[in-house]
């Protein structure tokens, strides 16, 4: 696992090679064992690599990688799990290996696959794997970006109209761009609407993501190419399993081999251990190729929010009955408000989630432990369902018939709920859309506020660029691809795997593990697994109101019952509480009205009004108040750069 960060020119323009060093070394926490640089000045193409030995820790991992026959370069983020299947194949075709690495691996497979019809389509549909990658043709006088098929490792690219500079994290680019350019307002829009930015949009209108399974071929500066080499099974008819015995069974033997198979390393691996199902799950069939995996959990200290339900007992239980060592990182508030300027420099976007944090701290202590590899229990509610709204879909059958006026009448009386208490919070949030079209009422699940009072925070400049410019919801726009006969569930899974995985999980995820020089895997989204789970019908994944069931069912003969059916959890901060208290400094002195008239991204006084209300109990807008908080200081630390 590593960074990358690049650039193609058009003929006859120039990029120091000074700023491409300072690009290089923006990612270095990404990759502390080695880094290189490549530039090729006459067809202007510049490649840095910094690398987390993972695979083959020798030099002839080291990147960017260069087949001096060919001339091909390949700066590389990743692991490629079946390269050892694959280097056997193409030893027998006759390619010639120096090293072990997956990376001259991916190499060597380019090169098979480069010139033939639709080979590039083919190469990387043989890949089972997570990666980034930037190949240089110098035969094509073409670059090659490509992103795995989930977009677990991220992948930006800047445009104008000389240079494509491309890189793992937006903060690497900068040294190579003349200027940030404008804010992109939809994105603005949607980070405060979804706390996170579904689609290719970032912050900035100049700056874009590489979609997951999505490949870009550049030439002389660029755009030449793009196509889209993986699409969800959603997409593809699927024949269903026939019963839930099947089910089952088939649930336990891919998630098996597919933590085996992802714990190919010549570093130590360790995993994440919440006590949940997922990471439980994980460590459970770790444990049969390495009994004494180390595994890392947090302790929460000081005062939390209500409902919240403490991991660390039901860490310990799990660590106990799979007989594996389990080590905590303790932390408090205190921390995590000291380092929340540092998630958001981290993060490049202004993702409103604390939970990133923990991620840091539990990578941080792997890392002082001599963990470079973690396994992760991220993306088994995206495949098997486990969230609540996936409950909240499926419980819809017992109201949707009702005519339109009686639920008009359930959206307005549910919204006088009471805002103090989860519960009521939670039965306002299920009826908010009942009147909405069936897409419409999908994506309204991901929203934190009505449009109406959202629409309000905004300045009214702002606004009117929203209104200019008009954007369809890219979540809305993925709907209208999607198959008529799919389930709703079925949709909104596909809507978890397509964008709140990659634009929000896996995002954070990456970036916070990669700061303290962690990789970390996600045995739950490897492909095949993907792919069988898409088979399973919806009953035995949502079940009444037991969501993942049929995970559940294929756990009990491995872990106690406490644990597969304890209360739903996650990483947790106590956010209602910070916004009230021990934020409340930091809110008044970024979300001042002198401060949000000079970003002009927002009503001051409809900002005040929020966190007054907030403040009194009157309203729940917690997450919506840290939302903008962290745009705000997003726009401190990037916009004057």
Known sequence: MCGLVGYSCIPGFEIGKSSLIESKERIGHRGPDDSGIYEDKINGIGLAHTRLSIIDLSELGHQPMIDEPSGVVLAYNGEIYNYRDLRDELVKSGHHFKGHSDTEVLLNLFLEYRNLENGIDIMLKRLNGIFAFAIWDPVKKSTLLARDALGVKPLYYYSNQKTIVFASEIKAMIPLISEIGELDHHAIDRYLTYLWCPGNGTPVKSIRKVNPGEAIWIKDGQLDNRFQWYKLPAFRPQKKLSGKTESISGTTEHLRTAVQRQMVADVPVGAFLSGGLDSSSIVTFAREVNPDIHCFTIESKGEQDSGFVDDLPYAQRVAKHLNVPLEVVTIDSATMIEDLQKMISILDEPLADPASLNVLYISQLARDKGIKVLLSGAGGDDIFSGYRRHKAISNEKYWQWLPKPLLSSLVKISSMADNQHAISRRISKLFSGATLEPKQRLVNYFKWMKRDDLIALFSDD????????HQNDPMLEFLEEIPNELSDLEKMLALEQRFFLADHNLNYTDKMSMAAGVEVRVPFLDLDLVEFANKIPSKYKQ???????????????????????????????????????????????????????????????????????NQEGKIYASYTIFSILCIEIWCKIHVDF
């Open 462 to 469: 702002f606004k009117s660029l929203l209104y200019r410019d």
């Open 543 to 613: 079940r009444g109101m037991t969501g993942k069931w049929v995970l559940k069912k294929a756990m009990e003969p491995y872990l106690p019952k406490d644990i597969i059916y304890r209360p739903k959890s996650g990483f947790s901060a106590p956010l209602e509480r910070w916004i009230r208290v021990e934020l409340n400094d930091m809110i008044h002195e970024l979300l001042s009205e002198k401060n949000l008239k000079n970003n002009g991204l927002f009503n001051p006084d409809e900002v005040s009004k929020l966190i007054q209300k």
